[in-house]
């Protein structure tokens, strides 16, 4: 079972900063890559930015140029930069795995955690 836990979130005005954080537990081997999703009030939710294992990223159109992923301890850690935030940034954030082996065997996501809230108003 892997656990995963996001923090970081909170108000904030419209051009500002967050650094959202993600921690990844359980009897994890390899963490293939890791994603950061959202779900905006009445939305679906949606992949915003991706890292794989060697670095490599990959993000939303939405999101492009403002927000930085990162991770580090195989991924077990990832952060979310995110800069001139906007007010349809406004989301529950979470995040979670995109191809990880455990002692189980190999599974692409792993359940959800709670997320965490980000607002952007004035």
């Known amino acids: 079972q892997v656990q995963l836990e996001e923090s970081g979130g909170g108000l904030v005005q419209p051009g500002g900063s967050l650094r959202l954080s993600c921690t990844a537990s359980?009897?994890?081997?390899?963490?293939?890559?890791m994603g950061w999703y959202r779900q905006g009030p009445g939305k679906q939710r949606e992949l915003v930015a991706t890292i794989f294992s060697g670095g490599r990223t990959n993000y939303a159109d939405s999101v492009k140029g403002r927000f930085t992923i990162s991770g580090d301890n195989g991924l077990k850690t990832i952060y979310l930069q995110m800069s001139s935030l906007k007010p349809e940034d406004t989301a529950v954030y979470y995040c979670?795995?995109?191809?990880?082996?455990?002692?189980?065997?190999?599974?692409?996501?792993?359940?959800w955690g709670q997320g965490t809230q980000v607002t952007v108003s004035s």
């Open positions: 359980g009897s994890i081997l390899r963490i293939n890559a």
């Open positions: 979670n795995t995109r191809g990880l082996v455990t002692v189980r065997g190999y599974s692409f996501e792993s359940s």
